[in-house]
Structure formats: structure tokens, C-alpha cells
């Protein structure tokens, strides 16, 4: 949890640890980062550019699995030791829903990050039963994902290493 001027401060939407590349666009300049947490409403790229607090950016970047090309543009609101936070502003309506496709996909970051009910057992753990649809305590469920009914690839709490 964060710690706001009168005390600590939930977020209004997860944020989650990610790592892949980001061109961020300021002033003509191409900067290379590195994405290290997502959310809905902003990202926190490394390494830190302290003088570009206060500036608009605009970013490109190819998220990681599932694979999906996003240009969003943004400010950026803060800027620590190991990098700076960037709002996002809203935009194409195209671009968010992709990113919030992104967040919430079976193989997105909040997947990996928080669990969620297999797709396929609903969270059972076992293979859905043929004639009734539901599930069967025979097999496993054929997910090479779901692990005891949900599919958690890295448990991580985003909350640990925010700022």
C-alpha cells in the first residue's frame, strides 16, 4: 500500500510486474526503456529521466504474452531512483480496450501475478466432464497452465515493490 499526505492510499486498479521493451517519444527524441509495472491507468519505466516530470510522452511497445502493439501517450507524474511513472491519457478508445484485454487475459500479467479460474475447468483443477459439462474427478484438467484450478504462473504482490 502506498502512502498518501494524509495517511496510506489504495489504487484504483492493480497494478502489475511486467518486463518488456518501451520506445517513449519526448521531443522528437526516442528514448529506450523497459516496462517494469502496468495498470490500466499508467506504467513505471526504467531507467529514471528525472527531467521528464511534468512532460507528455507518447509510447510504443509490444507487450509480452499474449503479443499486442499499443501506442499510448501519457504524462509523467513522478520519477524515482529506479524509474518514472507515466499516466496514461485517455485515448483511442481502440488502445485502452487493448491494453485492458491485455491486463485481464488468461495469459496476461494479472493472470501470472493474482490467479485466475482456469478458462477451461472454471477452477475446479479437474477435465470437464463430456455429457454434463461439468467437472470429472478422474482427470486433471488438460490446461498446461491451471495449477489446482487456476492459472498462476508467478505470484508476485505488485504492492511489494511499488514506490
Given at each position: 500500500m502506498e502512502?498518501?499526505?494524509s495517511g496510506p492510499r489504495r489504487r484504483r486498479v492493480p497494478r502489475v510486474?511486467?518486463?518488456?521493451?518501451?520506445?517513449l517519444t519526448w521531443d522528437k527524441k526516442k528514448i529506450p526503456c523497459q516496462a517494469c509495472q502496468i495498470s490500466e491507468l499508467g506504467i513505471l519505466l526504467?531507467?529514471?529521466?528525472?527531467?521528464?516530470?511534468?512532460?507528455?510522452?507518447?509510447?510504443?511497445?509490444?507487450?509480452d504474452s499474449p503479443s499486442r502493439f499499443l501506442s499510448l501517450s501519457g504524462i509523467v507524474i513522478y520519477?524515482?531512483?529506479?524509474?518514472?511513472?507515466?499516466r496514461?491519457?485517455?485515448g483511442p478508445s481502440e488502445q485502452q480496450d487493448l491494453l485492458r484485454d491485455y491486463l485481464q487475459s488468461p495469459e496476461g500479467p494479472a493472470a501470472q501475478a493474482f490467479g485466475i479460474p482456469c478458462p477451461i475447468c472454471g477452477g475446479t483443477g479437474n477435465k470437464p466432464s463430456e455429457?454434463?459439462?461439468?467437472?470429472?474427478?478422474?482427470?486433471p484438467c488438460p490446461n498446461p497452465l491451471c495449477q489446482?484450478?487456476?492459472?498462476?504462473?508467478a505470484v508476485k504482490?505488485?504492492?511489494?515493490?511499488?514506490?
Amino acid at each position: 500500500m502506498e502512502e498518501g499526505l494524509s495517511g496510506p492510499r489504495r489504487r484504483r486498479v492493480p497494478r502489475v510486474s511486467v518486463n518488456f521493451p518501451v520506445i517513449l517519444t519526448w521531443d522528437k527524441k526516442k528514448i529506450p526503456c523497459q516496462a517494469c509495472q502496468i495498470s490500466e491507468l499508467g506504467i513505471l519505466l526504467a531507467p529514471s529521466q528525472k527531467e521528464l516530470v511534468g512532460e507528455n510522452v507518447q509510447l510504443e511497445f509490444t507487450t509480452d504474452s499474449p503479443s499486442r502493439f499499443l501506442s499510448l501517450s501519457g504524462i509523467v507524474i513522478y520519477a524515482i531512483n529506479s524509474g518514472i511513472g507515466i499516466r496514461f491519457n485517455a485515448g483511442p478508445s481502440e488502445q485502452q480496450d487493448l491494453l485492458r484485454d491485455y491486463l485481464q487475459s488468461p495469459e496476461g500479467p494479472a493472470a501470472q501475478a493474482f490467479g485466475i479460474p482456469c478458462p477451461i475447468c472454471g477452477g475446479t483443477g479437474n477435465k470437464p466432464s463430456e455429457q454434463t459439462g461439468g467437472s470429472s474427478n478422474e482427470e486433471p484438467c488438460p490446461n498446461p497452465l491451471c495449477q489446482h484450478g487456476y492459472v498462476i504462473v508467478a505470484v508476485k504482490d505488485p504492492e511489494e515493490s511499488s514506490p
